[in-house]
């Protein structure tokens, strides 16, 4: 979406998703996040968010440039918080399911909680 120039995106609403994009909002990878009801279904609401526009053509281009799914239904993986590292030298992040919650690796280290790793974003 980002790529085609969109500012937001819709996607069917649930407690999981709503939890990881507020987690990509701490993060500064989306602008903004919200609930809103489209054709009777509740919907989430993301604002997306673009950096410096470094083409020639003027276009802008999206904060966030990739996102690989680590943990899958049939391999799910794990980290300790001694084993959370830095995605993309500090300029990615990593998304986790704790105990505590949906948390960023950053949050998960300080906390000393460790969790089911469900993707890196960067």
């Known amino acids: 979406a ?3 120039g969109h500012d937001r995106i819709w996607v069917p609403y649930s407690k999981l998703k ?18 809103e009801s489209k054709k009777g279904k509740k919907m989430l609401a993301i604002g997306l968010l673009f950096g410096e ?3 020639p053509t003027g ?17 799910r993986i ?3 918080a001694s084993d959370i590292r830095a995605v993309k030298s500090g300029y990615g992040a ?3 399911s704790t105990s505590k919650g949906i948390m960023s690796g950053h949050e ?15």
Request: glycine content about 8%; hydrophobic content about 40%.
């Open 78 to 80: 794990y980290k300790r």
């Open 53 to 55: 526009s470094r083409l």
């Open 59 to 75: 276009r802008q281009v999206p904060k966030i440039k990739g996102v690989k799914r680590l943990s899958k239904p049939s391999r």
């Open 94 to 96: 990593l998304i986790l």
């Open 18 to 35: 709503h939890s990881i994009a507020e987690v990509l909002k701490k993060e500064k990878f989306v602008k903004d996040v919200g609930a």
């Open 2 to 4: 980002g790529n085609a």
């Open 108 to 122: 998960a280290r300080r906390a000393n909680l460790g969790g089911e790793a469900l993707f890196t974003i960067w």
